[in-house]
DNA sequence: ATTCAATCATTAACATATTAGCCAGTCAAC
DNA sequence: GTTGACTGGCTAATATGTTAATGATTGAAT
């Protein structure tokens, strides 16, 4: 009884290709003492000035409840500021600090070093499609796809067999 | 300054990218008491019978530190089974249990029947280059890939300015 | 002015990711 | 038979992912 599935685990080779990039660039992030969440957090905010926390989890795919954290500890490091907007105490201004806008100063041209050699390494076409290929599932609308209908949900962790 | 880099985030748009198919998988897994991760292991393990956790790891993509534990956990919840082997007690043989076994069989078609609406919806072509392209992304040698001279460290998470 | 739904950030609880280090078991060289 | 390098699984410590719920704040409807 085969148990293959008709369709290879899609989401895992995303996981792998992530990875399979990622790690040329981590030594060059971890060097920095940043993780990668903070890296992004501090490349959105050189490129946008100003962001509330809202939009940097949108941006950087970054969840409310891991923002918190994220924010405190790099509020912490002297990395970026934190301020209540006065017309709305809901929301927060988050920017960087001199100190970060040096440190993007410092790594934002290595990233791109690096880009460059990955790019010459895997082929400057394969960049290319790459990133077309990204946009065209990222363009792929979430609603209009239908769901499977679930059976009864059983308690599986329960059941004795 | 505009601080924009001249590379898009590629990682993140793997994130991006990834977390839009997952969408779609996520609501089956969990419908099933299951993480992500769960499903990933039950998954290879109903296709290999059987495997050490070593081979789990490189299979599933899950550092072998988060292994352990999720290992135990799993057996707790009487998914897997874990025996030592006696000719190496340093080696472990991680198996299905009927219950898993079970599992599996019922939650397998359900992924499936996801995949091909899916597919309709992304547009069969859309799938098949996905599947290449990250093949090819995964073949691109890790070694030969130059790395860059990084500056000297710096303690950034302490410096003043 | 009060009520009520919606919004934004946060907390809580648990699972996993990441890095470093530990410890027992194996194996080959001495 | 010891030593020493190596392997495989594990622990520890910290950071983040994930889901659900809380709490303060706002704005619109009453």
Redesign the pocket.
Known sequence: MSRKLAYRNLPQLFLKAR?EL?CHF?PII?HFGL????WRILRALGEMEQL????I?EHC?????????????MEEMGLVT?VRMP??????IVRLTPKSEQLVSELGPLIVEQYKIIEQAFGPELIKELYEVMDRVIAAERGPISRIELPPKKDWANLKF
């Open positions: 990875e990622l981590r971890t993780t990668e969440q903070q509330e926390p809202r939009e989890c795919h970054i969840l409310s409840p891991s923002m918190t954290g994220v924010l405190s500890r934190r017309e709305d105490q809901r929301r927060v």
